[in-house]
């Protein structure tokens, strides 16, 4: 569910964002998750919402932000099965930001795989080809800030319920992309408002069942089905946009692929 939801919610963004600022978006996906979710942090009541880790959310939904942010420009300037593709070598960054944040010891059977999973990355940059796309380096920036916002979660799952850690990442991203939107903002005209909900509601969709899954371990949720995302992403580009995936981008996103979903089998193996 959530491998469809965020693959839609890109044709959403992608849509959108020719007339509507980044920023507005952002602020539409957290303001439209708020309201879809304020019912469950009503359940909860304010003891509930009450947390001893205010540091620790306050460093997660800051980085979750910018990330956001950096996936919806993305988005809006990339094919959408480069773009997919990209955001997997979330897992590539993993093991440095496990060892850095949880002083995990990641086996060396990991780092090559994951130096392998780099490659892939460096195959779709293409640096060789002269010029670097700047997009392409917010996108895997991206998946970096991503990769350690998701170490963060692990920690608050230890002691947060998952509605806790959603209540303070919507609050704090309408925080933080507020004056942002003001200032770019344009009012959404007829059909742009569904698309706006869409990209608010799809991305919830999404969000639950990932923070979700990382009650029970990041394997478990960045497995094998995660990257049938990819699929559905380059037929929705074609379908949509009439993208066509370069050879280049073809190999390296299989790399990635390959490479992300061993370290996955690993984790698995290894709890």
Known sequence: MGTVAFALN???IKTLGRTIDA???????YVTGFVLLAPFFAKLGIDGLKTSRLRIHAMRLVLAA???????????????????????????????????????????????????????????????????DPIALI???????????????????????????????????MLIF??????????????????????????????VGFVRGFAVGEASVIGPMEYVRLIYAAILGFLVFAEIPDPW???GALIIVAATT??????????
């Open 10 to 12: 890109d044709v959403a």
């Open 178 to 207: 507020a004056a942002p939107a003001a200032w770019v903002w344009r009012t959404p005209v007829g059909v742009e408002w569904l698309f706006a909900f869409a990209i608010g509601l799809l991305t919830t969709l999404g969000m």
């Open 66 to 132: 910018l990330a956001q942010i950096g996936v919806i420009i993305s988005v809006i300037h990339m094919p959408l099965a480069a773009v997919t593709a990209l955001s997997f070598s979330r897992v590539l960054f993993t093991p440095f930001v496990a060892v850095w944040i949880l002083h995990e010891l990641v086996g060396t059977r990991r780092w090559i795989v994951t130096a392998v999973g780099f490659v892939g990355v460096v195959v779709m940059v293409r640096p060789d080809a002269g010029v670097i």
């Open 23 to 29: 920023f507005e978006l952002a602020f539409f996906r």
């Open 262 to 271: 061993y370290i996955a089998r690993i984790e698995a193996r290894d709890k």
């Open 139 to 173: 996108a895997i920036g991206s998946a970096l800030t991503f990769a350690v916002a998701n170490v963060l979660i692990r920690l608050l799952s230890a002691t947060e319920p998952p509605m806790r850690i959603l209540f303070y990442y919507h609050v704090g991203g």
């Open 249 to 251: 981008t073809i190999v």
